[in-house]
């Protein structure tokens, strides 16, 4: 299991503009529950608490409530294969920092980002996503699942 912190880099553009995050992140697994991080799944926990700066000016701002609701959503569709590799333990990935420009971006995109920092750490198979552009609304849309769970 990874227990190194490493940076991933996620890019997107389907349209007249693209998404564009780095993302850095570790894993660690343990016997036993870990003491900090908050459960995203049996046996797999999220922490965000280190996280600063997001965005391009290095702020020291802290997450939104929903840009952490999507790094959880994308560890929650990486937890099945983490759950498999873990063999009985634990695994609280910790996100370090998250690095955006903000004509770049868009909180979704950190699903997205999360799930591929998961592929390129654990070895996973990619996690379909298809991302459609949606000139009407100017947003990438997000399919997450292959059966058409669009957002």
Same mark, same amino acid.
Request: aromatic residues 8%.
């Given at each position: 299991?990874?227990?190194?912190? *490493? ?5 997107? *553009? *389907? ?18 529950? +870990?003491?900090?991080? %908050? ?22 701002? $802290?997450? $939104?409530?929903? %840009?952490?609701? *999507?790094?959880?959503?994308?560890? #929650?569709?990486? #937890? +099945?294969?983490?759950?498999? $590799? ?14 955006? +420009? ?9 699903? #997205? ?27 990438? $849309? ?10």
């Amino acid at each position: 299991m990874p227990e190194d912190v *490493r940076t991933t880099l996620y890019r997107l *553009r *389907r349209g007249p503009w693209g998404i564009w995050i780095e993302l850095t992140a570790s894993a660690d697994v343990t016997a036993g529950a +870990p003491a900090r991080g %908050e459960p995203v799944a049996d046996r797999v926990w999220l922490d965000t608490t280190p996280v600063r700066a997001p965005g391009p000016s290095g702020g020291g701002s $802290r997450l $939104r409530a929903d %840009e952490t609701e *999507r790094l959880r959503h994308g560890l #929650a569709l990486g #937890a +099945p294969a983490i759950q498999d $590799r873990a063999a009985g333990g634990h695994t609280l990935v910790t996100v370090h920092r998250v690095v955006f +420009p903000e004509c770049d971006y868009q909180p979704e995109g950190l699903t #997205a980002a999360l799930l591929q920092w998961l592929e390129d750490a654990f070895g996973l198979p990619p996690h379909p996503v298809e991302a459609t552009f949606d000139r009407t609304t100017n947003r990438y $849309r997000y399919d997450w699942t292959p059966t058409g769970a669009a957002e």
